[in-house]
């Protein structure tokens, strides 16, 4: 069965070993992928997804959530604001691709707004993973998250929609699912 996490807050948010020399993706490709639902239906900032050093926040890779309502992704070299409201206590697919010509935004299988794609954000070895809020302890998200996935490739727009295609039905109601293949 699929497992959601949620209640974030600034003591509760998960945090991850951020290796530089295998996950900083320079000026190169990075995608984020992940399934949100949002039960708060007053549109708020909140940090979902980040890399960054608490000691040196002016470099940083992130996925978040802003009044508006707007949807924003990518890095402190460049990223896309899209007004978009995903604030309807329903699952949505977020994926944000940055590749070498532009930073794309895609909602449940859907492209919603491209931007250029600047350049290599600098990340530091002192970075780290973080889910669930900011890397002060601010902006906790207040809803649930699923499936999230951080990549150094860039997906194209068929296979965006088709990874949204494969996961929809497993946030129907009772559904059950079995992992296979190869």
């Known amino acids: 069965e699929l497992v959601a996490y949620s209640n974030w807050s600034s003591s509760n948010y998960l945090i991850g070993r951020y290796n530089n020399s295998i996950d900083d993706p320079g000026s190169g490709d990075f995608s984020v992928k992940v399934w949100v639902k949002i039960s708060n239906t007053t549109p708020h900032t909140a940090v979902f997804w980040s890399v960054r050093n608490a000691s040196n926040a002016s470099s940083w890779l992130q996925f978040w959530v802003d009044t508006g309502p707007v949807i924003q992704f990518g890095s402190s070299a460049g990223r896309i604001t899209k007004s978009y409201d995903i604030f309807d206590a329903r699952w949505h697919c977020l994926y944000g ?86």
């Not at 002060?136 to 296979?159: C, E, I, K, V």
């Open 97 to 182: 691709v940055k590749n070498s010509s532009a930073i794309k935004m895609y909602v449940d299988g859907v492209e919603v707004g491209t931007a250029s794609s600047g350049g290599d954000p600098s990340l530091d070895s002192g970075s780290v993973f973080r889910v669930g809020n900011h890397y002060d302890n601010n902006y906790p998200f207040q809803g649930s998250l699923a499936l999230l996935t951080y990549s150094l490739s860039a997906p194209s727009a068929a296979m965006v929609k088709k990874i949204y295609e494969d996961e929809k039905p497993l946030f129907r109601k009772d559904a059950k699912c079995t992992l296979y293949g190869t």
